[in-house]
């Protein structure tokens, strides 16, 4: 364990784009480092030791930041979470109430839900505390809470239950009741809709490199533009796949040119710099679509060199050297006056989840006004990661190694992009109000459809 927390440190220090960014969070991260050796002669099994790395490598605040132990199947609770303003409700795998009596959890294992709460919050860092999605996942952490918390490990969870009046119950469940908790984030993308006719028009999208070798899913997306709305599910959506991106712009911008900031019609989106390092090679940054100063056009490089003075950013030279990533690439059908008979909108469902090319898409889709999106603010995970091993424990780390920023100087890593309608990715979405709102928009056309819209009933994220 010595050996495995100077390597972290090593690795941090060497490679981390945040650590160095800011590098009063390392510092912090250091202080942390000799009290948790002085308590390692207590650990007696390799969970302890996985939950402390979580806690101290939250100290960055890394979007791109992934902790895994393959060795170790962490439980979590047999019940789903939900949040109403200050309280929580218990749901069972069916996302019924586990007692529709006693709707709201007060105790777990006899400790009061806030102080799970709490202990869940060490766990989370600055941004993931502000996502309720984040805190859902973090708060369902049993094995992982509880050895925090000093409880001892049990093969059931004893859930204290109130109708938050004058009755109380207590409910003892068997912690394997509901194996799909292992892993809401794998079913988190599945929709249920009440009726195959409904309208709009919902594709979810996991893996971003599907556009080019699922031809059913490119038949959906060129079926839809004919079609008024179309809801992409982007919430877990990954990949460096770009095509999505070029299919948004090319068939969904406002006017040519497309690009991220129509005021001053750049063809860059952002440029970015990576933590230098003998690790890393020049190119870096081109499975990005990153590009160095010599290979941009003369253009590019005098609009590059004019955002690249507004950084807010000091020497640092830890950074190398600077890159630039092109706005999409529009065909000629593009560039044509759209067809005011035919200007179909385009629905984003995200959340913290979406990343890494998801990023540039929605980042990109914020700007156009054809586009609304819908969820939870996204990480801001737009960089380039490193990946390591500490060398005993076994546990695998992934760590974001470059920084990317707007052309307005602005850094986006680690930020996120804000939806244009705030909704809990794990809530009920009532479709029929939803669709309302986002043809009402200032910015949204009026949608008409070509028949009466059919009655859309509450669909649901299993």
Known sequence: MHQDLDFLLQQVEQHSALSSLNPEKFTRLVSKIEPLLFRLSHFQETQAFYTEILKLLAILDDPGLTIFYPRLEAEKL????????DSWLALGSNSQLLDEDHPFITHIDGIPITRWEQASQKFLSGPEKQSLSARVDGLSQLSMLRYDMGLPHKASVLLSLTDNADSNMQLSLPINSLSSTKNNASILGKLLWSNADLLPTYIPIADLADIETDPKLA?????SLQQPMTILDLRNSNGNNDKLLSWIANHYADVPPAVHNTKTKQSLMAFGQYRRSLDFKSDFLKPLGFLPFDELSFFEQIEFSQASQD????????FGL????????????????PDPSLQPHLVLLIGPECRRECEWIVYFAKSLSRVTLIGEKTSGDFGRHYAFILPNSGIKIEL??????SMQGDLLSGIGTQPDISLPINDNIHWQGLVSLIVSEPTAPQVVYNHKTPPLKEAKFN
Do not use: C, I, M
């Open 78 to 85: 047999p019940f789903t979470l939900r949040v109403v303003a």
């Open 400 to 405: 974001t190694a470059s920084l990317t920023y």
């Open 311 to 318: 950084v807010t950013l000091s020497e640092n030279s830890h």
């Open 219 to 223: 038949t959906q997306l060129d079926d």
């Open 322 to 337: 600077w890159y630039g990533k092109r706005s999409p690439v529009l065909t000629q059908a593009a560039l044509k006056p």
